[in-house]
Antibody, heavy 119, light 112 residues
Framework: QVQLVESGGGVVQPGRSLRLSCAASGFTFNKYGMHWVRQAPGKGLEWVAVIWYDGSNKYYADSVKGRFTISRDDSKNTLYLQMNSLRAEDTAVYYC????????????WGQGTLVTVSS | DIVMTQTPLSLSVTPGQPASISCKSSQSLLHSDGKTYLYWYLQKPGQPPQLLIYEVSNRFSGVPDRFSGSGSGTDFTLKISRVEAEDVGVYYCMQSIQLPQTFGQGTKVDIK
């Protein structure tokens, strides 16, 4: 069965960096694009970034462009999100999710990892 | 960016009764490939979102047939024919015709 397990969240000061990981199993990872989506406490869902199945294309939300980098290591079946210059408004649960359908449609989601940006 | 607007924002339903959630997009979600890229998710308390419906009306694997989706262009509806206790949570519509993917505000469903 498809499993996505995020890790790397925690408490970090404003301006610092953090790298999130998403370990995938139960499917052929290198055949699927992957998203990061976040959810601030008590709020709705906000798309963050997507990477193509082969890593050839990456797209970002305007709110994170230039600060966050999505990447993947297919040899490790792992998706990453490098987050630099973190701000208080980046505080959220970060989910990785699989592109299961054409045009970025998302099917499976991980359980999420909480990032708290606070001094 | 495409704006997704859900109504109502909250819904209290008696078990066994139907429920309906509307989702309107600021632009048509009909792609030139003929598909319409509208999805429905349910986020149960303390859990990640789970896919219910993809491309307007297709139930995802394992989703009960009491859930159905309909609509076209910019107007969409999720219907639950007979609400059960396990259906509580927040329902989101999402468009993926273009990036950024955008979500509705969410509709919180609880049981009377």
């Amino acid at each position: 069965q498809v499993q996505l397990v995020e890790s790397g969240g925690g408490v970090v000061q404003p301006g610092r960096s953090l790298r999130l990981s998403c370990a995938a199993s139960g499917f052929t990872f290198n055949k699927y694009g992957m998203h990061w989506v976040r959810q601030a406490p008590g709020k709705g869902l906000e798309w963050v970034a997507v990477i193509w199945y082969d890593g050839s294309n990456k797209y970002y939300a305007d709110s994170v462009k230039g600060r966050f980098t999505i990447s993947r290591d297919d040899s490790k079946n792992t998706l990453y999100l490098q987050m630099n210059s973190l701000r208080a408004e980046d505080t959220a649960v970060y989910y990785c999710a699989r592109v299961g359908y054409s045009n970025y449609g998302t099917d499976y989601w991980g359980q999420g990892t909480l990032v708290t940006v606070s001094s | 960016d495409i704006v997704m607007t859900q109504t109502p924002l909250s819904l209290s339903v008696t078990p066994g009764q139907p429920a309906s959630i509307s989702c309107k997009s600021s632009q048509s979600l009909l792609h030139s490939d003929g598909k319409t890229y509208l999805y429905w998710y349910l986020q149960k308390p303390g859990q990640p979102p789970q896919l219910l419906i993809y491309e307007v009306s297709n139930r995802f694997s394992g989703v009960p047939d009491r859930f159905s989706g309909s609509g076209s262009g910019t107007d969409f509806t999720l219907k639950i024919s007979r609400v059960e206790a396990e259906d509580v949570g927040v329902y989101y519509c999402m468009q993926s015709i273009q990036l950024p993917q955008t979500f509705g505000q969410g509709t919180k469903v609880d049981i009377k």
